[in-house]
């Protein structure tokens, strides 16, 4: 692990749910909740947490998203570790926070994303411990953000070949944005539509039944999509996935 | 890196750029080449090039580059790594001789060639008097402008010929 | 339009040629214009607003072809990243654009200095109207009729040849592509791939129309038809102009990188050549050429050299039996001096490969012609709002998903995500009033605290049955968009995570 975090497992973590998960997508943050514990880790919740702020970037408000950076230090900067299901959000922590901010709160900004984990990097760093098993066929969507800002490629394809009767598929163009792009779904939703098609239709074409990916924001649209057009394959998240495939036995202590 | 190396590495590239190269034995046996891929067409010669010099009676010349099969130029250096040929302009090297006509043939003389592309920029940069200009060139013209399909011989020549000699260099 | 015998001719032409039009656009005339008015080669003064016209690519009969050739070419380009001895290059062509950038002015009296004392005319446009009356000025002093002309995206900022037209001068592009968007009345749809839009049966059908008879439709047997008209007006055309990929500093030396060969007759043939670069294309060392040329072609096509480099010193010289009697370099402003000194100065280290453009799915999905400007793609999106010219298209930063895909795929890694960001912030900030900026204004303040956002989630829960996507697809505001084509997330969801978390603590 040359990554920078840390490379014992924290006994406690806490967890930073994203404001999709919490409007519309719960299931995600309450299987991350599930997998951590089966390895062992404490997971708090803290309250104060809202939203990382990147919709308002986004959109052209970085005043507004500079409070909720604040908010979002403000809540996590006492926990020696946090985690998070949402992969695009910690690619805002990373990337925009020390861009948004300066002198000692970038600081901070900088030093926070060094004790953040997205799901998949934690659970691939310290869940080896874990028995998965699960029979499926699933194809592997990168979110941008995960991929692109994090740099990260291999925590959720290492995390998939560890669930035993499990086949990952690729798909063609993995890599390729789903069409999401936060309020450009909704500013210009006949071109994000057209790009969730496209990625519908490679990830049909692998056969796979479930399009599996580890940013709720992306399944949302996906699934939206997919809904409408009746295509056939289903989407979930991937930590979803490993809470599915988790074998309770007794784990460490 | 030897000559040997260099003759290799440019052949190859040459060859991946779909030009054609030809090894000839002495500058004797180059110019032959060189007469022989002229066959029966006209030809425009860059007469001020030492590498071409003797050539102008073998060959049936015109005048105008337009009107030429064929157009026959040395090199001020040859790029192995990359199968480029540098050519700077002035009296006797004219624009229009590797360009104009369908088929361009080069005479290059193994002490010519150079390993990198940025030794061609160097050695253009070393010409003093600096020339008009130089024209770099790697095989034959293409685009990929229609689908993205690779098509030869746009506008520029649709054959590239290199005739490489050892001049003595290497036995 | 002058008449020509009132135009003094200077003393060092030759005799006039005898007046030719030109051959490749013979037949102009019976082309049946098809494409909508947001592609043409004149950008229309009112544009429509961007769902409009990127709901009617989407809808164009090409769109999803070009989608398809377009994936195929970014996974061939750009699939793998880049190789370690093209990183080194890129690492190192970053810093030298960069190195550009820091003292532009000083490197274009640099350069501007040795071009002249190489015999070249240097002008420098502040505006595209002053570019516009320094050519046409050229143009009609040297009693020109026909130019032959190779891609320049500069002169596209200036719509040149709607104005030589207006002259009465003939303009001929003989980049195939360019060709077969002029042919077609359209501006380029790429930087470097005019006609990538295109698939060969269209291209066939309008080669077809000019012609006014069968042609064979192979690849080969197109761009042979191109090249056989095209040869003609190269030979007899009385101007060139080009565009320029890099200008030295130290030399003087422009240089333009192409593969069909059509800059070299350009810049050849004529006995007037001119030269137009927008002014970051200045570099600072004419061995700069050896890291940016094989960078550029890299990132462009994957080839290791393109198979021409023409290097440009000067006009010809006494005893040369070719090329132009005179060389004019026009270099463009049109707002790149106020960037260069500004937060977005590194958008000015472009080296115009258009690999950001492939790279994008955005681009990939509408099209070119979609982002309604001279510049589309990624790049577009971010230079276009800047140049002092843009009336229209400071909205496109918003044409963008901000997936990224467009910084790794930059050969001189510039930050395009970032500034598409920071370039939406400035599009808000300059529209005053706008009701959008209160709802963020109280969407920041509703979630800066705990009470507002649990209210929104609650909100939530209870609208989600309350507003069926039936009747949000007609209301205004965020749901419409979502709903147009989407199911609605399952808001009556929220929250039910932490309720969740809570009820089960005790246990």
């Known amino acids: 692990m040359d990554n920078g975090r840390s490379e014992t497992m924290p006994g406690t973590v806490a967890l930073f749910v994203a404001c999709v998960a919490d409007l519309a997508y719960p299931g995600p943050p309450r299987a991350c909740v599930e997998v951590l514990e089966a390895m062992g880790v404490s997971v708090e919740l803290p309250a104060g947490q809202t939203c990382c702020g990147q919709p308002a970037l986004n959109s052209g408000y970085p005043r507004q998203a500079t409070t909720l950076a604040r908010r979002w230090l403000a809540t996590f900067a006492r926990y020696d570790a946090v985690v998070t299901t949402s992969g695009s959000c910690l690619s805002t922590v990373h990337h925009a926070y020390p861009r948004l901010l300066h002198g000692a709160e970038r600081e901070q900004a900088v030093a926070l994303a060094a004790r953040s984990w997205e799901f998949t990097q934690f659970v691939t760093d310290f869940g080896q411990g874990l028995t998965l098993r699960l029979d499926a066929e699933v194809t592997y969507h990168d979110s941008c953000h995960m991929l692109r800002t994090l740099g990260e490629r291999s925590s959720p394809r290492e995390l998939l070949s560890r669930i035993d009767g499990l086949t990952l598929v690729e798909m063609t163009d993995s890599g390729v944005c789903c069409g999401f792009g936060g309020t450009f779904a909704v500013k210009l939703p006949d071109v994000s539509v057209a790009m969730a098609d496209h990625k519908l239709a490679q990830a049909g074409r692998t056969g796979a039944r479930y399009l599996v990916s580890a940013d709720p924001a992306c399944l949302m649209h996906l699934q939206g999509r997919a809904d409408v057009t009746r295509a056939g394959i289903r989407t979930r998240h991937i930590a979803e996935l490993v809470s599915d495939a988790l074998v309770r036995t007794e784990v460490r202590a | ?171 | 339009m002058p008449d020509a015998a009132e135009v003094p001719t200077p003393e060092s032409s030759p005799p006039t040629p005898p007046r030719r039009r030109s051959t490749a656009l013979l037949g102009r005339e019976r082309v049946v214009v098809t494409r909508p008015d947001w592609a043409a080669a004149t950008i229309p003064a009112h544009r429509k607003p961007l769902p409009i016209i990127t709901r009617a690519a989407l809808d164009q009969p090409g769109t999803a072809a070009t989608h398809t050739r377009l994936s195929g070419k970014n996974r061939e380009q750009n699939d793998g990243g880049w190789p370690p001895e093209i990183a080194a290059l890129r690492e190192r062509g970053a810093e030298i654009r960069r190195e550009t950038l820091r003292d532009l002015e000083g490197h274009l009296a640099a350069l501007t200095a040795k071009a002249e004392a190489n015999g070249v005319v240097v002008h420098r446009a502040a505006t595209p109207d002053d570019a516009v009356g320094i050519i046409t000025g050229i143009a009609r002093a040297n009693d020109v009729r026909l130019v032959v002309k190779s891609k320049s995206m500069a002169t596209e900022e200036m719509h040149l040849n709607a104005h030589l037209e207006e002259n009465g001068i003939e303009v001929v592009e003989t980049d195939l592509g360019e060709y077969i968007v002029q042919v077609a009345d359209e501006r380029p749809s790429h930087i470097v791939g005019p006609a990538l839009h295109k698939s060969k049966a269209e291209v066939g059908a309008l080669f077809e129309e000019l012609a006014a008879e069968r042609l064979p439709q192979e690849a080969e047997d197109l761009a042979a038809f191109a090249r056989t008209r095209l040869r003609a007006d190269f030979h007899h055309a009385d101007m060139g102009i080009s565009g320029v990929n890099f200008a030295a500093a130290d030399t003087g030396t422009l240089t333009l990188v192409t593969n069909e060969g059509n800059a070299d007759m350009v810049t050849s043939q004529p006995r007037i050549h001119v030269a137009v670069m927008p002014m970051e294309k200045v570099i600072p060392r004419l061995r700069d050429l050896a890291v940016l040329v094989p960078l550029l072609c890299y990132a462009a096509t994957k080839q290791k050299v393109t198979v021409y480099q023409t290097m440009l010193n000067g006009p010809r010289r006494d005893g040369e039996p070719d090329g132009p009697e005179q060389l004019h370099l026009v270099i463009l402003d049109n707002g790149r001096s106020s960037i260069v000194e500004g937060r977005y100065r590194e958008v000015l280290a472009c080296i115009r490969c258009g690999n950001c453009q492939i790279a994008c799915p955005v681009y990939r999905t509408v099209g070119g012609h979609a982002y309604g400007s001279v510049y589309g793609g990624p790049i577009g999106a971010v230079l276009t709002p800047l140049l002092a010219n843009t009336k229209q298209g400071r909205d496109l930063p918003f044409l963008s998903s901000l997936c990224g895909a467009c910084f790794d795929a930059c050969p001189v890694k510039i930050p395009l995500p970032d500034m598409l960001v920071d370039l939406r912030a400035d599009y808000e900030a300059a529209t005053r009033g706008r009701p959008r900026r209160w709802l963020w204004r109280l969407w920041a303040k509703a979630w800066d605290s705990p009470r507002g956002y649990r209210l929104t989630m609650t909100a939530a829960r209870l609208a989600g049955p309350l507003l069926p996507r039936a009747v949000l697809r007609r209301l205004p505001g965020p749901g419409r968009g979502w709903a147009a084509g989407r199911a609605l997330p399952a808001t009556r969801d929220a929250g039910a995570f932490r309720a969740w978390f809570t009820d089960r603590r005790p246990r």
Not at chain 2, 61 to 81: F, H, I, N, Q, S
Not at chain 2, 94 to 116: D, E
Not at chain 2, 121 to 147: C, N
């Open chain 2, 1 to 171: 890196m030897t000559r040997i190396d260099l003759l290799a590495r440019f052949c190859a590239a040459l060859a991946a750029s779909d030009g054609v190269a030809y090894i000839c034995a002495d500058r004797a046996e180059a110019h032959d080449s060189v007469v022989a891929l002229c066959a029966d067409g006209t030809v425009t010669l860059d007469e001020g090039h030492p590498d071409t010099a003797g050539l102008s009676d073998r060959l049936r010349l015109v005048d105008d580059p337009w009107d030429a099969d064929v157009g026959v130029t040395g090199v001020d250096v040859a790029v192995a790594e990359t199968g480029t040929l540098a050519l700077s302009w002035g009296p006797g090297r004219r624009r229009s001789t590797p360009l104009v006509p369908p088929v361009h043939v080069a005479v290059v003389p193994l002490s010519r060639l150079v390993a990198t592309y940025a030794d061609a920029i160097d050695a253009l940069a070393a010409l003093d008097p600096p020339p008009t200009g130089a024209q770099f060139v790697t095989g034959p013209s293409r685009s990929g402008d229609i689908e993205m399909n690779l098509v030869k011989g746009v506008h520029g020549p649709g054959q590239v010929h290199v005739v490489l000699y050892p001049a003595g260099e290497i036995r």
